[in-house]
């Protein structure tokens, strides 16, 4: 069973905006064996090389960095493929990523994008949100396809807008928004598609969780059920896997991981810890 630890990550981004997920990352103690970004620009009036904000911080964390001009070319793919990353987490990277890179980690590309998609996709989400006078914006995380911000949505945040904000001060709330821990937290009165969803596209990283006797259970290996309960309620629990009731279906668990612990499979969990039928997750 795969742990956060064990998972080759990569992190795309460049500008400040990019920096609250990176450290997130970080944080969660996830393998980052390398982050792009942007080559170093000139700036200030004496035009000095000046590195990226997420340079910065990966070199401050002793990540490898790499700034290739363009990531679609051969030698750059190469390179990438290399580092052999099973996901690959991306967020205002500043280029488009042909399907070769796609194509690499086993998990997928995840997207961390500063608007409620679909509206405002491409450059610039934050100053047009407020341009056209939304009042409420926001962050989709997704999962990426060739197309522009067009994959599949896995959690959005929506975002009031104030009346007299500026797109400056609007850009650094929403740069604390974007893809957390708290995003996995199910909600059991949602239908079993929905909830099977999440799980899928939240696995390996970060998890999507529940709450079991007040401790933080993390689920992943869900299938759809037709049985029925109550949302949040245990129907089975044998090797075979852990039923769920939720607003709509059930969904049955074949994987399961308490904190500090190795995930595991139904039958190996339950042979630690019991689960009665009527457990209220």
């Not at 975002?159 to 909600?187: C, N, P, Q």
């Not at 099977?196 to 709450?211: I, K, Q």
Request: aromatic letters at 4%; hydrophobic letters at 40%; a neutral charge.
């Amino acid at each position: 069973m795969i742990e956060t630890k064990d998972i080759r990550a990569v992190f795309m981004g460049t500008p400040d905006f990019a920096l609250a997920t990176l450290q997130e990352l970080i944080d969660s103690g996830i393998n980052l064996v390398g982050v792009y970004t942007q080559p170093d620009r000139p700036k200030g009036r004496g035009k000095k090389l000046t590195p990226p904000p997420v340079k910065e911080l990966a070199i401050q964390n002793n990540i490898p960095v790499f700034q290739p001009n363009r990531l679609r070319n051969e030698e750059s793919v190469a390179q990438l493929a290399a580092l052999n990353p099973d996901l690959i987490v991306v967020v205002a990277y500043g280029q488009i990523l042909p399907k070769s890179v796609l194509d690499i980690p086993c998990y997928g590309c995840i997207n961390v994008h500063a608007s409620l998609l679909p509206r405002h996709r491409g450059a610039s989400p934050i100053n047009k949100a407020i341009i056209d006078g939304d009042e409420v914006t926001g962050v989709t995380t997704m999962m990426m396809d060739t197309g522009l911000d067009t994959g599949d949505m896995l959690v959005k945040r929506e975002v009031k807008i104030f009346s007299e904000e500026t797109a400056g001060h609007l850009h650094d709330r929403l740069a604390l928004v974007g893809m957390k821990k708290e995003d996995g937290l199910i909600d059991w009165n949602l239908d079993n598609t929905t909830i099977h969803n999440l799980v899928r596209g939240l696995d390996p990283w970060p998890g999507a969780y529940t709450s079991l006797d007040g401790a933080t259970l993390k689920i992943f290996d869900t299938r759809l059920s037709d049985e029925h309960a109550q949302p949040g309620t245990v129907i089975k629990a044998d090797a075979e896997g852990i039923v769920v009731g939720c607003g709509k279906g059930a969904l049955k668990i074949n994987a399961l991981q308490l904190p500090g612990k190795k995930r595991l499979c139904a039958a190996d969990f339950l042979r630690g810890r019991a689960l009665a039928v009527g457990t209220q997750l």
